[in-house]
């Protein structure tokens, strides 16, 4: 069982920028990508970035050119570098790990997350 904790979330001003930790932790077995979700109220959860671990990454349109997903291996630790942030990213972020499929570009996670963290962009 994989065990996941989120970091990093707080209030920014549009414009600003945070950057999200996730710790994994325990058996990654079947996991061949690791991604970011996040779920504002009232609406679905929806993701943002996946990255493999061959470090294919995949962004949603809504997120390109102001988000970067990263790795670090030896500390089992995924990053989601977030500029440019808007209200409308204003959601919990959760980390998950999960399966990237390349020929589909679509991620689907394995049910693994952690608790989330609040970002909340607001002047």
């Known amino acids: 069982q994989v065990q996941l904790v989120e970091s990093g979330g707080g209030l920014v001003q549009p414009g600003g920028s945070l950057r999200l930790s996730c710790a994994a932790s325990g058996s990654i077995a079947g996991i061949n990508a690791m991604g970011w979700y996040r779920q504002a109220p009232g609406k679905q959860r929806e993701l943002v970035a996946a990255i493999t671990s061959e470090e294919t990454i995949h962004y949603e349109d809504f997120v390109k050119g102001r988000f970067t997903i990263s790795r670090d291996n030896a500390k089992n630790t995924v990053y989601l570098q977030m500029d440019s942030l808007k209200p409308e990213d204003t959601a919990v972020y959760y980390c998950?790990?999960?399966?990237?499929?390349?020929?589909?570009?679509?991620?689907?996670?394995?049910?693994?997350w952690g608790q989330g963290t609040q970002v909340t962009v607001s002047s």
């Open positions: 998950t790990g999960g399966i990237y499929y390349s020929r589909s570009r679509t991620f689907s996670s394995l049910g693994y």
